[in-house]
């Protein structure tokens, strides 16, 4: 094969090694992103939890006032019991006496309904909390694996970026431009292999005088569809 096309081949295949860690590094962060969102979740679930109990508490608390005043409204009732003159009086106080009592039948019921809201409330709180916790441990685990994949992947990628940059200088300056000029549009497919006769960039069959051009590889040879450089691969030449 000739060197030029040699040169091409690898820094091709060292540019699309570069360009594979993008997405490798991008799914090792997506892999947290399943964590984050039952994390979020559980914690919206605790806000929520929070705010429910708070309300009820509330609540409770005005619930408990107005108990308080209804007593007291009884017993201002049977005191004024023994002041009674008239009839009319008496059934006054009396209607009076049965509202008050309704509503504190009311007032109790309403704050056994608060207060089973705020234990089921507080028992679901509970549990949220020990699997958010479950789950920020298992986020922390995934971050340091994930972190130490991105180190591996960044010290890799250097490594190749590294080896591309020696190899530039000992490629022709006409030839790298030509690649680069190429590489703009065709991005890391600016280097192709040709397969039963047909442009792996393209897939296009190229003539048979193109053909035996990129089989002989003693010059560049470029697909005539599509414009991307060509070359056989060494082993299915031998084959």
């Not at 540019?15 to 979740?41: G, H, R």
């Not at 009311?106 to 089973?116: C, G, H, M, S, V």
Request: a negative charge; glycine letters at 0%; aromatic letters at 6%.
């Amino acid at each position: 094969m000739n060197i030029y096309l040699k040169q091409l081949v690898q820094l091709n295949d060292y540019d699309k090694q570069i360009s594979s860690f993008e997405p490798m590094i991008l799914q090792e962060k997506q892999k947290l992103e399943t964590f984050m969102q039952t994390a979020n979740e559980l914690q919206a679930q605790i806000d929520e939890a929070y705010k429910i109990i708070d309300d009820a508490k509330s609540k409770r608390m005005k619930n408990d006032i107005h108990l308080a005043e209804l007593r007291d409204k009884l017993e201002d009732i049977a005191k004024k019991n023994s002041s009674i003159t008239s009839e009319k009086e008496l059934k006054a106080l009396q209607l009076e006496e049965e509202i008050a009592k309704e509503q504190i039948s009311f007032a109790n019921e309403e704050i056994a309904r608060l207060d089973a809201i705020v234990e089921a409330k507080e028992a679901e709180l509970a549990e949220a909390k020990e699997k958010l916790a479950a789950e920020q441990d298992e986020i922390n685990e995934m971050q340091t694996l994930i972190n130490n994949n991105i180190e591996e992947f960044n010290k890799q990628r250097a490594e190749i970026s590294e080896a591309r940059a020696e190899l530039v200088p000992k490629i022709d300056n006409k030839i790298s431009i030509f690649y680069e000029k190429i590489k703009r549009w065709a991005k890391d497919t600016a280097v192709v292999p040709v397969r039963k006769q047909a442009c792996y960039g393209c897939f296009m069959k190229i003539n048979d005088k193109t053909y035996s051009e990129v089989i002989r590889s003693e010059e560049i040879v470029t697909c005539p569809h599509c414009g991307r450089i060509l070359y056989k691969e060494e082993e299915t030449a031998q084959a």
